[in-house]
């Protein structure tokens, strides 16, 4: 199974930016961001996956995240701009090979491999 850690995350205030970075432990077709809050059921927020990196967003956050690879091997980044308070959560990122290799999935079954979490604070 893919090992996959989280850095990044904090406290920020409304309007502020925050970065996330996603590290796994080999390589994956699907990476992708997810949050929970108290209270609330998980949510996609972003997936990166491969075939010219194509990306797709929660509703909730197009325009102000952008998930990206990074330089390091098997690594994404999401940016976070624009954050609001409603942004509070619990960020998980998540790996997995999916079949067919086309297939780009927020559905947080598709996942088997996790990281830990980073939190996110947004303060108004």
């Known amino acids: 199974q893919v090992q996959v850690v989280e850095s990044g995350g904090g406290s920020v205030q409304a309007g502020g930016s925050l970065k996330l970075s996603c590290a796994a432990s080999s390589s994956t077709n699907n990476m992708a961001w997810f949050r929970q809050a108290p209270g609330k059921e998980r949510e996609g927020v972003a997936v990166?996956?491969?075939?010219?990196?194509?990306?797709y967003y929660a509703d909730s956050v197009k325009g102000r995240f952008t998930i990206s690879h990074d330089n390091a091997p098997n690594t994404v980044l999401l940016q976070m701009a624009n954050l609001k308070p409603e942004d509070t959560a619990m960020y998980s990122c998540?790996?997995?090979?999916?079949?067919?290799?086309?297939?780009?999935?927020?559905?947080?079954?598709?996942?088997?491999?996790w990281g830990q979490g980073t939190q996110v604070t947004v303060s108004s």
């Open positions: 998540a790996a997995e090979n999916l079949w067919p290799a086309s297939r780009c999935s927020l559905r947080s079954y598709d996942y088997r491999s």
């Open positions: 990166i996956c491969a075939g010219a990196g194509r990306t």
